[in-house]
């Protein structure tokens, strides 16, 4: 999603992505923080906004596609949007999901629980942020 502050809405997906990420390091933080969502395009819990999304995706897929001739990458997609997109009031942050790479779940093969994660553009929607926690990887 480009450029931002990102958050995990659970803990496990937080170990997961610093476990598998921050392996060079050898260490990661987690963070707390209470977002505020009023002006953040909710692609998870709002239909509308949903479908708001998945029609901007593809104006900037067939845009990127009819300029190359090539299928856009994500790292593409997140340029459209950060030079043309034109959102009203949605501009503060998107809140996103994609299905849980875990072993935690209790039902083999069956991906039930979302994997939620919000990018945060601006610090103004940030509050109370604090370190939650360090982990060696």
């Known amino acids: 999603m480009g450029d931002g502050y990102y958050?995990?809405?659970d803990e496990i997906d937080a170990l997961h992505w610093g476990?598998?990420?921050k392996r060079k390091t050898g260490y990661f933080e987690i963070y707390s923080a209470t977002i505020s969502c009023e002006n953040?395009?909710?692609?998870?819990f709002n239909e509308e906004h949903y479908k708001f999304w998945?029609?901007?995706i593809e104006k900037a897929a067939k845009y990127i596609i009819?300029?190359?001739?090539i299928k856009p990458t994500i790292s593409e997609i997140n340029q459209y949007f950060k030079e043309k997109a034109k959102w009203e009031n949605l501009t503060d942050?998107?809140?996103f999901q994609d299905l849980p790479h875990s072993t935690d779940l209790l039902v083999i093969n069956f991906n039930y629980r979302k994997r939620i994660q919000l990018v945060a553009y601006k610090l103004k929607i940030i509050h109370n942020f604090a370190l939650h926690a360090t982990h060696e990887v």
């Open 66 to 69: 009819k300029k190359t001739n």
């Open 40 to 44: 953040i395009l909710d692609t998870v």
């Open 54 to 56: 998945i029609k901007q």
């Open 93 to 95: 942050g998107i809140m």
């Open 7 to 9: 958050f995990w809405n």
């Open 19 to 21: 476990g598998n990420s």
